[in-house]
């Protein structure tokens, strides 16, 4: 029978879980899903009916993802949605006795316009401030793909997970690792006891801010089942060749407005001394250090 894996990427979206997903499964003695974002644990967050994301509920099917992984020490899948689901925590914990988790953590306020930049290439959508009005007016936008400000209030899902996972539970910080990609793989591998070199690493070049090439190219970002059977059919490396070469065209980042930045930073910012004083340290978040915040983070 299939091993259930023992290592979750469990978020945020938009902080580089699928660069970890990726560079990990690149390791010897360790085997990433296929299918990254199963969404197995996920109850609360992600409903059935969610428009953009078809989770993986039968057991034998989620299973299935990890039957060929032989003898890898470390089996594992990245589903940033896990992070803010309230049962997520026990319910891997209760089903994998001795797993390990891993949360990569960003700016707030660069994470929610990144995501806002993504969601926007999968479909229409209003004005930055107009979606966060949006998402934090609705109650049930987790249910219904809305973009949802909520996601970055962090504190509480690293106290959550620390409960539960206790020194199982490790917090990356999104902008250090990716200043430093192979000390961060050494540091992870550390964490799960896997006794590896990264030798020669060539990191890839910064992916220049793209959009979809028209409606139908927006409509197969936005469609999971076609998204699903690219994963399943299509490895990560070709799969990102591809997009970049036929499906999205290099454009203008669009910038941040003002007021939209500074209101998130107001909304953010108790939490994130929140998460600070978890955490023991100061964050190089420049929305909220001495630098000003007049510039989106790349």
């Known amino acids: 029978m299939p091993s259930w ?7 945020a979206p938009r902080c580089g879980t699928s660069s970890l997903h990726a560079y ?9 899903s296929r299918i990254k974002e199963p969404n197995y644990f996920s109850r609360c967050v992600i409903g059935e009916d969610h428009p953009m994301v078809r989770p993986i509920r039968d057991q034998d ?39 390990r988790v891993i ?16 969601m926007r290439n999968n479909r229409p959508m209003g004005r930055f401030a107009e979606e966060i009005e949006r998402g934090l007016a609705t109650d049930d936008g987790r249910s219904h793909g809305i973009l949802d400000p ?3 209030l962090y504190a509480a899902h690293v106290e959550r997970y620390r409960a539960v996972f206790g020194p199982r539970f490790k917090i990356l910080i999104f902008e250090e690792w990716m200043a430093d990609v192979p000390a ?8 799960l006891g896997v006794d590896q070199e990264i030798g020669e690493f060539s990191e890839p070049k910064q992916r220049q801010y793209a959009e979809a ?4 190219v927006r409509y197969l970002f936005g469609n999971r089942a076609v998204s699903r059977a690219a994963e399943m059919l299509i490895p990560f490396g070709l799969r990102k060749r591809v997009r970049n070469a036929l499906l999205v065209r290099p454009a ?17 910012r108790d939490d994130v001394e929140r998460l600070e004083g978890l955490l023991g340290r100061r964050l190089p978040w420049r929305n909220f250090g001495s630098a000003s915040p007049t510039r989106s983070a790349g």
Do not use: C, W
Not at 5 to 11: D, R, Y
Not at 103 to 112: C, T
Not at 213 to 216: I, V
């Open 5 to 11: 894996p023992n290592l979750f990427i469990a978020g």
């Open 24 to 32: 990990l499964d690149a390791i010897p003695g360790v085997f990433m």
């Open 61 to 99: 099917a989620y299973l299935a993802l990890f039957a060929a992984a032989g003898d890898a020490r470390i089996r594992g899948e990245a589903s940033p949605n896990y992070l803010e689901d309230p049962e997520a925590p026990e319910l891997i914990d209760r089903t994998v006795p001795g797993a």
């Open 103 to 118: 949360a990569s953590l960003r700016d707030p306020v660069e994470r929610l316009f990144s995501h806002y930049l993504m």
């Open 150 to 152: 909520r996601t970055g």
């Open 184 to 191: 961060t793989l050494r540091d992870v591998l550390q964490f």
């Open 213 to 216: 090439r028209g409606p139908l």
């Open 252 to 268: 203008a980042k669009p910038e941040m407005e003002p007021g939209t930045r500074e209101f998130l930073v107001r909304y953010y």
